[in-house]
């Protein structure tokens, strides 16, 4: 009973919590990775983006519910969500057509790319700050838990109860559908293996007749969509804070660069490991340990290598270790 009631504690704090991250961490690797692969740049504007797209999901969110239109028990944001991504892709493509073309087409060396994404960045930034606000702002509505904390408890007769919210499911269940897309389409439609073509070797793919620009607008509407999605269900899960997509760019580079930058199976197993190191660094294991331990004993102190306000260093120790020692990440080579 002792071990149920450790398993039950750390699966409602560590590993429920840390497998939706990893999806939210792994779509936003994946957006990143996509846009590395073929146009060879670090895009510093992602987060803005995910920022930007769960902002118009949410202005979209706010107009349905305004007039009765919802999905239940689900969450209407999953009703917007399309607005969303349409809104994020068009940011996309329009930012590349009027920003990046005119360096691509000068061949500008990719550090100049990199700064170019921070004035995007920060432009993207102004507008989302000036459309929405500072301000945090929680749109998940529906159910709010698929079991609660008090309902396991009684349903098992364990002290520990496991909260499973309803979010943390949709966000599991929509990466789960999104990334299976994502590598059929690489793997499978003939625009896909293109693109994995063209990252492989630009010249001979352009000797093979593939059309560079159909590639670079195929690659920003899938960076666009993924940012959105990724946005949504990371404002969903948590709530929506303007400031906390630049901050969370740190722990999705990290899982990109873990995982092999440019490779979205890398980006995607990255993002779960990030997450996994953050939540259970920063977790405070005296309880568990106590369940773990003699009866009557618990450690004296917290058992907490960090507290929660220094979870993203985590990530930027995973980076820099992982720039060190192996900076080609776990999956080597920098193709889609």
């Not at 432009?123 to 529906?142: E, L, N, T, W």
Request: with cysteine.
């Amino acid at each position: 009973m002792e071990i149920a009631n450790a398993f039950a504690l750390l699966a409602n704090f560590v590993i429920v919590p840390a497998t939706a991250y990893g999806a939210q961490l792994a779509l936003g690797a994946l957006g990143v990775t996509i846009i590395f692969g073929i146009l060879r740049f670090a895009n510093f504007s992602h987060g803005e983006l995910m920022s930007f797209g769960a902002m118009v999901t949410i202005l979209v969110t706010w107009l349905l519910q305004m007039n009765g239109i919802g999905l239940g028990p689900l969450p209407t944001a999953l009703l917007a969500l399309p607005v969303g991504i349409l809104a994020t892709v068009a940011m996309a493509v329009l930012t590349d057509r009027f920003v990046f073309r005119f360096y691509r087409k000068k061949r500008a060396n990719p550090i100049v790319f990199a700064i170019v994404s921070v004035g995007v960045m920060f432009m993207m930034a102004g507008i989302i700050r000036i459309v929405i606000g500072p301000d945090d702002h929680s749109f998940a509505d529906g159910e709010r838990f698929l079991i609660s904390y008090g309902d396991f408890k009684k349903l098992t007769g364990w002290d520990q109860g496991i909260a499973i919210k309803q979010t943390q499911v949709v966000t599991v269940v929509v990466t789960l559908i999104v990334v299976a897309f994502l590598f059929w389409f690489l793997q499978k439609t003939r625009s896909g293996k293109a693109m994995r073509a063209y990252s492989d070797d630009e010249d001979l793919a352009l000797l093979s007749g593939i059309n560079p620009e159909r590639v670079v607008l195929i690659a920003w509407i899938i960076a666009g969509s993924l940012a959105c999605i990724a946005g949504t269900l990371y404002g969903l899960d948590k709530t929506y804070k303007p400031f906390i997509f630049l901050q969370i760019l740190l722990p999705i580079f990290a899982a990109t660069i873990l995982g092999g930058i440019g490779q979205p199976v890398g980006a995607v197993l990255g993002g779960f490991i990030v997450a996994f190191s953050e939540v259970t660094v920063t977790y405070a294991f005296k309880r568990f340990l106590a369940y773990l331990g003699p009866d009557g004993w618990a450690p004296d102190g917290l058992v907490q290598l960090l507290s929660t306000d220094y979870k993203f260093a985590v990530s930027f120790v995973i980076l820099v270790v992982v720039l060190l020692v192996r900076p080609t990440g776990i999956i080597r080579g920098k193709v889609i």
